[in-house]
């Protein structure tokens, strides 16, 4: 399989460390948010290699089901509230600017959580790709562009590069994979993310460094 719980492990096991560094240059608790991402989409990594595992017939059923929902729960409630959230906080200049992006990523969370709870869990491999239904329905398309708008609108709307290079390589990911395994698009794009997360960390590290450098003293007045 071109994606396969040993995939899963190998992105896994290489942005946990940096999530974990991440977080070792926070400098204000509301960078923590932020700085969690990586953590998160690393973690979130190795927790669909248990998916895969059960899919390989490796870990029983039960395990298998509860690592699936641990998933999309992070995937689809979890992430279209959290990083327009996380932008906000660390923004300087265009908090106003992100802030619409939080609202429609509270949102997308509830009609989350509302399909998750009257619709439950599906989990299927198509061409070689996990596949998470949760009963959107028709309004399918809809969830999935208004939780686009979210997350990737919200790191677009910031004034740090590393940010807006962020949101770009996901919208660049989102399209090709839209483009070409669209039944496996939450699957696969939280793996472009987990990668592409690694300019959270040069956001961070960037930050630090200006926190961290001496200021000059002010003048004293005659």
Same mark, same amino acid.
């Given at each position: 399989?071109? /994606? ?6 190998? @992105?896994?096991?290489? &942005? ?19 700085a969690?991402?990586?953590l998160?989409l690393?973690?979130? %990594? +190795? ?6 595992a059960?899919? *390989?017939?490796?870990?029983?059923? *039960?395990v ?8 999309v ?7 279209? +509230? ?7 906080l660390?923004? *300087?200049?265009?908090? %106003?600017r992100v802030?619409? /992006?939080?609202?429609?990523?509270a949102?997308? $969370? ?5 399909? #998750? ?5 599906e989990?299927?491999?198509? *061409?070689?790709? #996990?596949?998470?239904?949760?009963g959107l ?6 969830? $999935? ?14 004034? !740090?590069?590393? #940010? =807006?290079? /962020?949101?770009? &390589?996901?919208?660049?990911?989102? $399209?090709?994979?839209? +483009? $070409?395994?669209?039944?496996s ?8 993310a @987990?990668? !592409? ?6 956001? #961070? ?11 000059? =003293? ?5």
């Open positions: 399989m071109c /994606f396969s719980v040993e995939a899963d492990l190998v @992105a896994g096991a290489a &942005i946990v460390p940096l999530g974990v560094l991440a977080l070792r240059h926070v400098r204000h608790p509301r960078e923590v948010p932020l969690s991402l990586p998160l690393g973690a979130h %990594q +190795l927790v669909e290699a248990l998916v895969w059960g899919v *390989d017939g490796h870990v029983s059923a *039960d298998a089901r509860a690592a699936a929902w641990v998933w729960v992070l995937a689809l409630p979890v992430l279209p +509230l959290l990083v327009p959230v996380a932008v906000w660390v923004e *300087d200049r265009h908090r %106003q802030l619409p /992006f939080v609202v429609l990523g949102g997308v $969370t509830v009609a989350m959580v509302h399909a #998750l709870l009257v619709n439950g869990l989990v299927g491999v198509l *061409d070689d790709a #996990l596949v998470y239904d949760v329905g028709p309004s399918d398309w809809l969830s $999935t562009a208004l939780y686009v708008v979210a997350v990737v609108g919200s790191c677009l709307a910031a004034s !740090s590069w590393t #940010l =807006r290079a /962020f949101g770009l &390589i996901n919208l660049l990911g989102l $399209t090709l994979v839209a +483009l $070409t395994y669209a039944d698009l939450a699957s696969l794009w939280c793996l472009c @987990a990668v !592409s997360s690694v300019l959270v960390l040069v956001h #961070l590290v960037h930050r630090a460094r200006e926190h961290d450098a001496p200021h000059p =003293r002010e003048p004293v007045a005659a």
